[in-house]
Nanobody
Framework: QVQLVESGGGLVQPGGPLRPSCAASALIFSLNAMGWYRQAPGKQRELVALITNGGNTNYADSVKGRFTISRDNAKRTVYLQMNSLKPDDTAVYYC?????????WGQGTQVTVSS
């Protein structure tokens, strides 16, 4: 069964860290790039970070230097280390393929940055 399950979001103060994770079924993880996306209220979903099977990464300008995407192939899990969080980072965070498949969108994990 194809499945992506995000977890690890929460409420954090500005400047703090969070590390959401995404567990993927074997079928999905055997495919190529994986990405983290986010959707803030009233805004379109956007790509935040991307990682290829070979470990190459790419980031949205708004998170460069603050976020780090990584993957553990043995655990079929993708992580997003988020540091120096800002209120503008508040959103639901999702994972999907680098070229997202609509049917693969999961529930996401809520990240709220607020004092």
């Amino acid at each position: 069964q194809v499945q992506l399950v995000e977890s690890g979001g929460g409420l954090v103060q500005p400047g703090g860290p969070l590390r959401p994770s995404c567990a993927a079924s074997a079928l999905i993880f055997s495919l190529n790039a994986m990405g983290w996306y986010r959707q803030a209220p009233g805004k379109q979903r956007e790509l935040v970070a991307l990682i290829t099977n070979g470990g190459n990464t790419n980031y949205a300008d708004s998170v460069k230097g603050r976020f780090t995407i990584s993957r553990d192939n043995a655990k079929r899990t993708v992580y997003l280390q988020m540091n120096s969080l800002k209120p503008d980072d508040t959103a639901v965070y999702y994972c999907n393929l680098g070229t997202p498949i609509p049917a693969y969108w999961g529930q996401g994990t809520q990240v709220t940055v607020s004092s």
